[in-house]
Structures are given as structure tokens and as C-alpha cells.
């Protein structure tokens, strides 16, 4: 793939990408945007949307206006743009980086920037206990004439417009303090600068995403949580992992991304098909899906034998001789066979580098059918929300001599404040993420263990002075039980 380097005017490099060749292989990229890949598009609001970009396309973000995907391929991920005229967008700094024009009373106007914001501001007032925000009578500037600024010229200055105005038609913007004046600046921001940033598409933000959309669906899970089963379940390149995953897909598309698309990972479902939905968000080729992905459901598990499907070959001249059709359904079947009989035997034979859950079934129930599947001095991990049922299956597994050490943890990042003067943590965060357990399976000696204590510990070695004295009191116990005892008289 050809590509060329140039500066832009937002000091940003931007990568041209020359046509790819029709044999070329899909690939994701990771440092640059590229067309054809699904990204994240962090809007000013705080909102998160995931978008395919098509080299030809027009993106839509609603209220924020619309760019075209071409104007924002060869840019590094992190960039952050700015939608301007005829849905063109300009490379920016970050999402807040602008300038600001505050007019004052009989004065020119007077332009500041985000290093003089703090100028601006020193005047303000220690509290904000005189204010008094009751709509109009502290807004001066009415909804009508945001309305007409918005269509007086390009979305990028009617945003700026619209700040200024409101900022200088507010009665008590300079009653506020430091820190409520910026908070109140950035809320303007947010709702009325189109902007956005594309970031890439990794398996913290896909998670991010499906906890904004539908927490139950992930099963409560964190970013910590999941930072924790792949580091505790060591997922790595190469590795041939068990998978149970109740998430659509999330943890399978975080393993994926970690595996850089080497080895393998069989997941256990319990339906005709696995939920793997969020892989529709992967842009691996078909064919490195299915060399990574296996699918096999519980009964398969259970009882393998009964569930492989007997299957033999026909000759090549039958097969030659059978019409399109039903030569093309019976290559799909023997595909089909020999997929299922393959992670049967697979499954049935073992060695997996590491079994890793995140289910809501009753894993007491089922773990007796996948412990003898992992292989030795490798990791068991399973997630819960709920600690009390991580806490039987701790007492489960202290039970099995198979098991190492079962021990759960909780990691938790709490967001802070972080300004000059404030520290303290967001009130609006959440406070909880799930609970992992973490064991090793080892292989216990055979014929039992042979428990080394106090009593079985080896004796010290004594000194030849001990052992004379320890003969002297030997030999003169043997003396005294060779003295017959003298006669009684009757």
C-alpha cells in the first residue's frame, strides 16, 4: 500500500492512501483512519456513536450537522475535527480549543483564547449565593434570536456566535465563580460547537459504547473487569482459549483485538447459535474469523460422542456427477460435519491455554466438564455482578484439589475532579463493575499429597558430644533393667 505524508493547517499529519490492489488483503488500521472501518465518533455532548466509513459516504450526527468521510480519512485516530461550510471539516486541536469573543459594555469586543480564560475570570466573585438563574430575567438572549444566528452563516462561526451572545446577555456571569464560569462555558460547548473526534475502535470503547446503550446486556461490566479476565486469563497472541460469553460479543471482539488475530477460541453457547453480534463491528476478514472462532454448544460438551456427526465421503465420480445444486449442498454439509466433528475432538482433547466466563449460569453445574479441559498450570477466570455467587464457586473449587488458590478481586477506577484548588471524585460515576475470580488448574501427584509439617520435618543433626551422652544413657538404662530386683521377705 502506497501512501504519502503532507502537513496540514491544523499541524496534524495526514495520510493519503493510494487504491488497494483487488488481491489485497482487508486489514484494520490502528494509527490512521482509513476507509472502509468501522471507528467511534466522540461527540461534544459526551455521546458515542460507531459508523462504517465509506470513501464516498455523508455522515449524519443530528443535530451537530454533517461531513463528509472523505475529508477525514489519512488523519491519525484522536483527531479532532471541525464540520464547517457545505459539510466540509477542518483538522482543531481538541473538542474545547477555540476562541471566544466576549463583548463588553460600550467596548470593543475582546477576543480570548483558553490561555486567557483565567484573565477573564480573576474578577469573579468567591461564591455564587447572589445568583439568581430564573430563565429570562437573567438570559437576555431569547431562543428566537439563537434560531437566527444559527442561520446566519457557517455552522462552526454560528456556534461561536451563539456562545458569545449568550455569555454576554447572561446578568450574572461575572457573579460566578472560576470554576462555575468554566463549567457553564463548556456546557455551551457541548451543545452548540460541531465538532467530533474519531478515535479508534478498540475493545474499552465497543464495551463503552454497550454500557451507554444497554448496561444488562453486558452483565454490568467495566473496563476494569474486562482488563481484568484478559490479564488474569494471560491473553495473548497464539493462545487457544475457552470461552463462555454472555455479552453479544464484547469480550470475544476485546480477545480478538489482543490476539492480533493469532490462535483460537472456542466459545460454549447454550442455543442453536452463539450471540456474537458485536463481531458485525470487526473488520477481520470472513475467513480470519473463522480460523479464530470456534462454536460449540453444551450438549456437545457433555457428550461428545453422541453428538458427532457421522458423516463419509461419497466417491468422486458420484459427486462429479450430481447436478450444480446438489453438488453445492453436499460440499456444505461435508463442510459443516467435519467443522462440528473437528471442535468435538478438539474440545474432548483439552490443553486449553485458559477457560474464561462471563455468564449468568450456575457454574458449580458445569465447571466438572470444563476443569479436565484446561490444561495444566493454566488459568481459570470467571465474572459475576454479583459476589455472592462468585463466593460459592470459590467454595466450590476450594474443594477440588484441581484448583489453585480461587480467589476473587474487585478493581474499580473512580473518576476525579481535578482543577486547581478541587479534588474530588465525580458524584455521577458509577460505582460498581462486577467481581472476577481468578485459580490456576494444576495436576495433583499421583497416589495423593503428602502433607510436610512440624512432625514429619527432618531431625538436626547432632554433634559427637550428644551422641556419647545420648550413649551413656542408653547403657546405663540397659544396666539397671539387667539388676535383678532383691527378694521380699514373705
Given at each position: 500500500?502506497?501512501?504519502?505524508?503532507?502537513?496540514?493547517?491544523?499541524?496534524?499529519?495526514?495520510?493519503?492512501?493510494?487504491?488497494?490492489?483487488?488481491?489485497?488483503?482487508?486489514?484494520?488500521?490502528?494509527?490512521?483512519?482509513?476507509?472502509?472501518?468501522?471507528?467511534?465518533?466522540?461527540?461534544?455532548?459526551?455521546?458515542?456513536?460507531?459508523?462504517?466509513?465509506?470513501?464516498?459516504?455523508?455522515?449524519?450526527?443530528?443535530?451537530?450537522?454533517?461531513?463528509?468521510?472523505?475529508?477525514?480519512?489519512?488523519?491519525?485516530?484522536?483527531?479532532?475535527?471541525?464540520?464547517?461550510?457545505?459539510?466540509?471539516?477542518?483538522?482543531?486541536?481538541?473538542?474545547?480549543?477555540?476562541?471566544?469573543?466576549?463583548?463588553?459594555?460600550?467596548?470593543?469586543?475582546?477576543?480570548?483564547?483558553?490561555?486567557?480564560?483565567?484573565?477573564?475570570?480573576?474578577?469573579?466573585?468567591?461564591?455564587?449565593?447572589?445568583?439568581?438563574?430564573?430563565?429570562?430575567?437573567?438570559?437576555?438572549?431569547?431562543?428566537?434570536?439563537?434560531?437566527?444566528?444559527?442561520?446566519?452563516?457557517?455552522?462552526?462561526?454560528?456556534?461561536?456566535?451563539?456562545?458569545?451572545?449568550?455569555?454576554?446577555?447572561?446578568?450574572?456571569?461575572?457573579?460566578?465563580?472560576?470554576?462555575?464560569?468554566?463549567?457553564?462555558?463548556?456546557?455551551?460547548?457541548?451543545?452548540?460547537?460541531?465538532?467530533?473526534?474519531?478515535?479508534?475502535?478498540?475493545?474499552?470503547?465497543?464495551?463503552?459504547?454497550?454500557?451507554?446503550?444497554?448496561?444488562?446486556?453486558?452483565?454490568?461490566?467495566?473496563?476494569?473487569?474486562?482488563?481484568?479476565?484478559?490479564?488474569?486469563?494471560?491473553?495473548?497472541?497464539?493462545?487457544?482459549?475457552?470461552?463462555?460469553?454472555?455479552?453479544?460479543?464484547?469480550?470475544?471482539?476485546?480477545?480478538?483485538?489482543?490476539?492480533?488475530?493469532?490462535?483460537?477460541?472456542?466459545?460454549?453457547?447454550?442455543?442453536?447459535?452463539?450471540?456474537?453480534?458485536?463481531l458485525r463491528y470487526s473488520d477481520y476478514p470472513i475467513e480470519l474469523q473463522e480460523r479464530m472462532v470456534k462454536t460449540i454448544n453444551w450438549l456437545q460438551v457433555v457428550e461428545p460422542e453422541n453428538e458427532k456427526i457421522i458423516w463419509e465421503d461419497l466417491p468422486g465420480e458420484e459427486v462429479d456427477s450430481m447436478k450444480s445444486n446438489k453438488k453445492v449442498q453436499y460440499y456444505r454439509r461435508q463442510k459443516r460435519a467435519n467443522d462440528i466433528n473437528s471442535v468435538i475432538d478438539s474440545v474432548s482433547r483439552g490443553n486449553f491455554d485458559a477457560l474464561i466466563s462471563v455468564s449468568s449460569l450456575d457454574m458449580t453445574g458445569v465447571l466438572p466438564y470444563l476443569i479436565p479441559k484446561i490444561g495444566g498450570s493454566r488459568p481459570i477466570v470467571l465474572y459475576n455482578q454479583f459476589k455472592e455467587v462468585l463466593l460459592d464457586i470459590q467454595h466450590y473449587l476450594s474443594n477440588d484439589k484441581r484448583v489453585l488458590a480461587p480467589s476473587i478481586y474487585e478493581s474499580r477506577v473512580r473518576p476525579y475532579q481535578t482543577i486547581p484548588g478541587r479534588l474530588h471524585p465525580m458524584m455521577t460515576s458509577r460505582g460498581y463493575g462486577g467481581y472476577v475470580l481468578w485459580g490456576t488448574k494444576v495436576i495433583p501427584v499421583e497416589g495423593g499429597l503428602t502433607a510436610v509439617g512440624r512432625g514429619n520435618q527432618l531431625k538436626k543433626k547432632s554433634t559427637p558430644v550428644e551422641d556419647a551422652k545420648v550413649k551413656s544413657e542408653a547403657s546405663l538404662d540397659s544396666k539397671a533393667s539387667e539388676t535383678p530386683e532383691p527378694a521380699k521377705l514373705s
Open positions: 500500500m502506497k501512501m504519502e505524508v503532507d502537513s496540514n493547517p491544523g499541524d496534524s499529519k495526514k495520510v493519503e492512501f493510494s487504491a488497494l490492489s483487488s488481491n489485497a488483503i482487508k486489514c484494520k488500521s490502528t494509527s490512521h483512519i482509513s476507509p472502509d472501518q468501522h471507528v467511534v465518533l466522540r461527540l461534544p455532548s459526551e455521546g458515542i456513536k460507531i459508523i462504517e466509513l465509506r470513501n464516498s459516504g455523508l455522515i449524519s450526527l443530528g443535530k451537530f450537522g454533517c461531513f463528509e468521510v472523505s475529508g477525514i480519512l489519512g488523519y491519525p485516530f484522536g483527531q479532532t475535527f471541525e464540520i464547517i461550510e457545505d459539510n466540509k471539516v477542518k483538522p482543531i486541536r481538541s473538542m474545547t480549543d477555540q476562541t471566544v469573543d466576549i463583548p463588553e459594555e460600550e467596548e470593543t469586543e475582546q477576543e480570548i483564547n483558553k490561555d486567557t480564560l483565567t484573565q477573564l475570570f480573576t474578577n469573579s466573585a468567591e461564591n455564587n449565593q447572589n445568583i439568581i438563574n430564573i430563565g429570562s430575567k437573567i438570559q437576555k438572549l431569547t431562543s428566537e434570536e439563537i434560531d437566527k444566528i444559527k442561520k446566519s452563516g457557517a455552522s462552526s462561526d454560528a456556534g461561536q456566535k451563539i456562545i458569545e451572545q449568550i455569555i454576554a446577555g447572561h446578568g450574572g456571569f461575572d457573579k460566578k465563580t472560576i470554576y462555575s464560569q468554566q463549567k457553564y462555558l463548556k456546557r455551551k460547548q457541548q451543545k452548540f460547537l460541531k465538532r467530533f473526534s474519531v478515535e479508534y475502535l478498540g475493545g474499552s470503547q465497543l464495551l463503552e459504547y454497550s454500557i451507554l446503550r444497554d448496561l444488562q446486556k453486558v452483565l454490568d461490566m467495566s473496563e476494569e473487569s474486562m482488563a481484568l479476565l484478559m490479564t488474569y486469563g494471560n491473553v495473548r497472541p497464539g493462545g487457544n482459549y475457552l470461552l463462555i460469553d454472555e455479552t453479544g460479543g464484547v469480550l470475544l471482539y476485546a480477545m480478538m483485538e489482543r490476539m492480533q488475530g493469532q490462535g483460537t477460541i472456542t466459545i460454549i453457547h447454550e442455543n442453536e447459535h452463539p450471540n456474537i453480534i458485536a
